[in-house]
């Protein structure tokens, strides 16, 4: 929940505050004498500052209730007390001192504000309504919160009509449809969804996105016939819409229109418009059909072509795992460049690709990688045993046992791994002529195959 949060700035306010209050009333005693008791107040006032400044809670709580001796119809001297009590966590002594400075000034708002951030860091959002309700005029920030607080006691429908009086006075906001959807989810209130997204779709008609959230509300409450018949209203409305297509090819899948459900994939996959998170589910969607019927090949081809000229989206790592389970490592190769121009820190990208150079012979390309990527990943023993692999295959036998030893060490709980490894330095150490050390790796391995 947004909570506004407590500034300097009150308790400067509320320092300068009373600090014209003081003088006032020095000003008007100077005539006469001088009043020992508003010094001895205005000391014991600003010495409890200074403590609640070094967090030193308790001194202050002392220092003002010394205040209170000398002169208790001050507000300021309360507040302040409510505040330390807070701060303190003396929950109960804090809502009481709050309380007399609401009660001895009722105008002051940030007295009001602080009870009700009180209540709110109870949790006790009951109060926190009450309290919350004299603050509604300062900001459309408040009654954001009011309508979090309502959630916070399972009043949907109040949360409701805040949010709705809100998008009526202030226009649509991203923030309280994130908040009425949270109201729905948890109230179950799914009539209520699809009427509020219903009237959003008649009031703007123009806006994509209003088409969109109904047909997936009605998507996941199971009204298929309801959703499809949105999205064919929504191409007609919007006929050079992509964001159509995102919706109608699951429908075109569903009743086995295979044609125009590919053209519908085909139009989203190479959109450059559509979010990219949900051109690779599309794209991902894409590569399972084609799996599954083998004879529409061309058309992912076709749209693989076009992805190639684009910049590096979350698509092309799908394209990547797509080719590499279907056994064409060059393809898979280009694709995992591109996902890791895309997302550097992807390990997964990584492993891959440094395997698929040693797959495809490219050993040197294979060592420089698997040098770089040790710098970022130190600990990862699979970039040791593809960077001493490829050096053995480039006949760099001593840096090859070199990084297979040091690889070693990280290796904890992998048997198959260590198996790996023992091969590889029986090998290196073989070429080297060194055949005690490259019997006794052998060994190793032989032992972890019969003890997996």
Same mark, same amino acid.
């Given at each position: ?199 959003? $779709?008649?009031?703007? &008609? ?6 969109? =959230? +109904?047909?997936?509300? #009605?998507?996941?409450? !199971? *009204? ?115 996902? $890791?121009?895309?997302? &550097? ?6 492993? =891959? +690709?440094?395997?698929? #150079?040693?797959?495809? !012979? *490219? ?90």
């Amino acid at each position: 929940m947004k909570i506004v949060q407590y500034s300097l700035v009150v308790v400067c306010a509320l320092t300068l505050s009373f600090g014209a209050h003081s003088q006032i009333e020095i000003d008007s005693t100077e005539s006469a004498s001088e009043d020992s008791y508003h010094v001895e107040f205005q000391a014991h006032f600003y010495e409890a500052l200074k403590h609640k400044a070094l967090e030193n809670f308790s001194k202050a709580i002392e220092e003002l209730l010394l205040c209170i001796e000398i002169d208790s119809s001050e507000s300021a001297i309360f507040f302040e007390l409510g505040t330390n009590y807070f701060k303190y966590e003396q929950f109960q002594k804090a809502e009481m001192n709050f309380k007399k400075a609401i009660a001895l000034n009722d105008t002051n708002f940030w007295y009001k504000e602080s009870l009700y951030h009180l209540y709110v860091e109870q949790a006790r959002y009951e109060d926190a309504i009450e309290a919350l309700k004299p603050l509604l005029y300062r900001s459309s920030d408040y009654h954001q919160d009011l309508a979090n607080l309502y959630i916070n006691v399972g009043n949907y429908n109040e949360a409701l009509s805040v949010l709705d009086r809100l998008d009526t006075n202030l226009g649509i906001s991203p923030i309280r449809d994130e908040i009425r959807e949270e109201v729905y989810d948890l109230s179950g209130e799914e009539a209520k969804r699809i009427a509020h997204l219903n009237y959003r $779709l008649m009031e703007s &008609p123009e806006t994509p996105r209003n088409f969109i =959230n +109904l047909i997936y509300a #009605y998507i996941n409450i !199971n *009204q298929n016939q309801e959703a499809f018949e949105t999205a064919q209203s929504f191409l007609l409305q919007h006929p050079k819409s992509h964001l159509a297509h995102v919706a109608l090819y699951k429908f075109y899948l569903d009743s086995e229109d295979y044609d125009r459900a590919i053209e519908s994939m085909k139009t989203v996959t190479i959109s450059s418009v559509v979010e990219p998170a949900i051109k690779a589910k599309v794209l991902n969607d894409f590569i399972q059909f084609v799996a599954k019927f083998p004879q529409y090949q061309s058309a992912l081809i076709e749209v693989t072509n076009a992805a190639d000229q684009k910049a590096p989206t979350r698509s092309d790592l799908e394209l990547a795992n797509y080719y590499y389970n279907q056994k064409d490592p060059q393809k898979a190769i280009s694709y995992y460049q591109k996902a $890791l121009e895309f997302d &550097p820190n992807n390990f997964n990208v990584i492993k =891959n +690709l440094a395997l698929l #150079y040693l797959e495809t !012979n *490219q050993f040197e390309k294979a060592s420089n990688f698997a040098n770089k990527q040790i710098d970022f990943y130190p600990s990862q023993p699979l970039l040791y045993l593809v960077n001493g692999t490829a050096n053995r295959q480039l006949n760099n036998l001593e840096l090859a046992s070199d990084y297979l030893i040091m690889g070693l060490d990280y290796v904890i709980d992998n048997k198959t791994l260590q198996r790996n490894f023992y091969r590889e330095l029986s090998t290196t150490f073989r070429l080297q002529g060194n055949i005690k050390e490259s019997d006794s790796f052998k060994n190793k391995a032989l032992s972890l195959e019969k003890n997996p």
